[in-house]
């Protein structure tokens, strides 16, 4: 039996199409290239700081374009989401806008901060054990009770699609400026963001290499990408990047990852301290550890940009003020 | 004796060669509209986070242009600021460029932060008593001893028409979005933003009223407008906006103001810090007090703002990691 023409399970016209169903709602994000970096780094360095999103991260996209397609019959369920907080709140938040009751399960340990802003766009948060409970079976079981939709965090294509959006402004304004980017950097955990924003580069930048960021203890996908298939983390199991903590890459992402990936860099825990302290001191963002590895990673020396146009996503900036505190002292 | 015809010190025309003199190096900072402030206020609240510029704050604008027409064979005697550390850092940055020396007369108890900034740079610092010496004197021996060019903080034309670019940004990025302004709020100290930026509004948008914001404790503008003439202020000479403590507006610069502003508000110390936590917290923003006292005038209500469009400018995001903490925490 012949192998069926493999099609990618996003379409760069499936991100274009994303675009306009979240235009209304979602930040048109700027990109920003400070001197100082660039002086630093010895690059053109760019920074798409999805901080600046609706709820603080890139989440709210996917998560307002994927339940914009949920049936009108279908809404009065509302929605159930499992989320370490940032697509907590892009749940949250879209579920506000389109009137449909959400509810969220988070793990006990998340960050204050992104549990009390989840509650605040009206979600209820239900809690559990990071270590004992499995919170897809509580979100399913949720789903079932209720007649609620599921919102995955990064294995869907309508999903993968809304948070292309930021590879696709990314290249709008590049085009702009008349640039081309030679690497495109964004942090991964399920691996939603970088798949979206490498159908979008890649689309219009077919040269530029995409690569995944995430911290040490968290490596499956720079494991995976080098492996030519999904593997696990071989990390101890924790990391200040609490957004950035799955165990191994999306099945549907690293369809996707796995063909358009240069590869996977990684930074330690105390260089993400560093690259927040950096960004606090030099570049006046607020960024949460997830939200910096790939900025991380640059500043410690793990990319060999000198010279060349880079792109570094800062995908989120919800951390709570008393581990910033500490980072920037 | 007859009166001559009164000519402002600082025109449109003036802001537009500044535009262009400072392109090169300048950051074209973005003009925001965050869902999360403008629900909050309800009215349409775009900011121009000049936390952005270079140096992190918008002092490098004036600096550069002042400093872009000293005659070259006035350059090798190089220049010398006295400044609280904002217009230290943009006349020490500015300087490198231009490949002059600099001497900045710093008071002892301005912010380490921008104290090492300003060295960062290169320039020489002279720390000086608050309260018992005069930082102008200072700075005026050291540039006749040195042949130097003094670059005022705010009482020039051209420094003011530096300045006055951040109000051309603003007017072109809200032109683009078809969106007149109903108010412009940016924070005073002697009043050279301001200036600018008015002269720069009022140009495109004469419906427009323009504020100054500034602490209680220096309200030398919101008393000098409703008095139609320069008065020192009410306070009690202490503020945690430490750019902002300037004891009476300038002679130019209240020349221009006296005449375009409708009126000056102010914010206490305690919402000051409370609109620091807010742009940590929501805007993912990092402000100085000294830059974030209009914010804190509109988010505490002194501001008649609903159902309008107010642009508000954050002028600078110099803060100490330990005050910043502290704020946030």
Redesign the interface.
């Known amino acids: 039996m012949n192998e069926p023409l493999s099609r990618a399970p996003v379409s760069s016209a499936d991100i274009d199409a994303a675009a306009g169903v979240i235009a209304p709602?979602a930040?048109r994000t700027?990109l920003?290239?400070?001197?100082?970096l660039c002086d630093r780094v010895g690059a053109k360095v760019f920074l798409k700081?999805e901080?600046?999103q609706?709820t603080?991260s890139f989440k709210f996209r996917g998560a307002f374009n994927k339940m914009s397609s949920i049936p009108q019959d279908a809404r009065k369920g509302g929605v159930v989401a499992f989320s370490s907080g940032n697509h907590a709140q892009g749940v949250a938040a879209a579920a506000k806008i389109l009137n449909m009751p959400a509810t969220i399960v988070m793990p006990a340990d998340s960050p204050l901060?992104k549990r009390e802003r989840t509650k605040s766009y009206g979600a209820e948060v239900v809690l559990y054990d990071r270590d004992r409970e499995d919170r897809e079976a509580i979100a399913r079981e949720i789903a079932g009770k209720r007649g609620a939709t599921l919102v995955p965090p990064y294995d869907d294509p309508k999903v993968i699609a809304g948070q292309g959006t930021v590879g696709r402004e990314i290249c709008d304004d590049l085009t702009a400026l008349g640039i081309a980017p030679d690497i495109v950097v964004a942090p991964v955990s399920g691996g939603g963001l970088i798949a979206g924003v490498a159908t979008a580069v890649k689309a219009r930048f077919p040269q530029a290499m995409v690569m995944s960021a995430e911290p040490e203890n968290f490596d499956d996908h720079a494991r995976s990408l080098r492996a030519g298939k999904r593997e696990a983390h071989g990390g101890k199991g924790r990391s200040i990047c609490d957004a950035l903590m799955a165990a191994i890459p999306g099945e549907i992402t690293f369809a996707i990852n796995g063909k358009l990936l240069s590869k996977g860099v990684t930074a330690s825990e105390a260089e993400v301290g560093h690259a927040i302290?950096f960004a606090?001191?030099?570049?006046?963002?607020?960024?949460e550890p997830g939200g910096v590895v790939g900025l991380a990673a640059l500043l410690a020396g793990h990319i060999d940009a000198r010279g060349k146009t880079i792109v570094i996503v800062l995908s989120g900036?919800n951390v709570d003020?008393?581990l910033?505190?500490r980072l920037?002292?």
């Open positions: 709602f930040v700027p920003l290239c400070p001197p100082v700081p901080i600046l609706r603080g901060l302290a606090f001191r030099e570049l006046k963002l607020v960024v900036g003020s008393d910033y505190a920037i002292g």
